[in-house]
Every structure is written in C-alpha cells, then in structure tokens.
C-alpha cells in the first residue's frame, strides 16, 4: 500500500474497503514450482507377485538346503520390504535384484536347475515390471519471487 496502487477507504458506517488505481501497474512477480520426488507407489500386482516369490523361495530353503536358495530369500525379503515402504531407495534396489536374477537366469538354466531357472524369471519380470509401472509420490513447493 506504500506504491500509490491500494488505498484504504473507510466508508462513514465505520466498514473499510481496499481500493485500487487500475493506471499504475502492479510489481512484477515470477512464479516457479519446484517438484520433488519423495518415493514410488507399487501395484497390488507386484506386492502379491513379491509375496508369492517370498514364500517360493522359503519353501526352496526348506527343501533343497542350497546357499543359491538362501541367498534368493534375502534378496526377495529385502525387494518385498521397498515395495510395501514406497522409499525412493526402492526403485534402485529393484533394479538391483532384477539385473541380479537376470545374471543368474543363464547359468541355472545351463546346469539345468529346473526351480531355480523359473524362479530367477519370475523375480526378473517382478523387477522390472514392477519398476515400468510404479508411480512417483511427489510433493509441490510453489514460490513467489517479487522482481524490482
């Protein structure tokens, strides 16, 4: 109120109102909207899918008392946990596990590990699909810079 363009009128029943002059220009702002990242929201499809893979593996474990298969269980328990967490960490530990099981996938299937070549393809397409279909969480900060 200080440049000329708003003026304060009090009207004689005691009530105040802002006026203003249309022939001075208002001071020029600049706007800018700052989007962040925060985390990534998954399927329902890829948390059962995650789950499924989980109990597989344990069952493995059970089973076959192999280090491949143990390894597989804490690579798909650590996998599930991002999943449900929506931590912005969880889109590189996805993509971790799938290059990881895409690595595996041609040794087990040329020592003919029938379970475990299944297993590596299904936390492949876990990985992946569930990176190509994940959302952002995002969070806005509008701000208002007021240029001389």
Known sequence: MDNGRHLVVER??????IAFNEDIQPPSTRT????RVIGFRYTHGS??????????SVFMIAFFHRAIDIFN???ILITMSLLYSEWLV???QLLCHGMVSSLLFLPVLSIHM???VAYQLGCMMLCFV????????????LEHEQLS
């Open 130 to 141: 569930s990176h190509f279909t994940s959302e952002d969480i995002t969070v806005e900060h």
């Open 114 to 116: 029938w379970d475990q």
């Open 32 to 35: 800018s909207v700052t989007v």
């Open 90 to 92: 969880s889109k590189s």
């Open 47 to 56: 948390k059962l899918l995650s789950n499924i893979l989980f109990y597989i």
């Open 12 to 17: 004689p029943d005691g009530s105040i109102a």
């Open 73 to 75: 269980t804490v690579m």
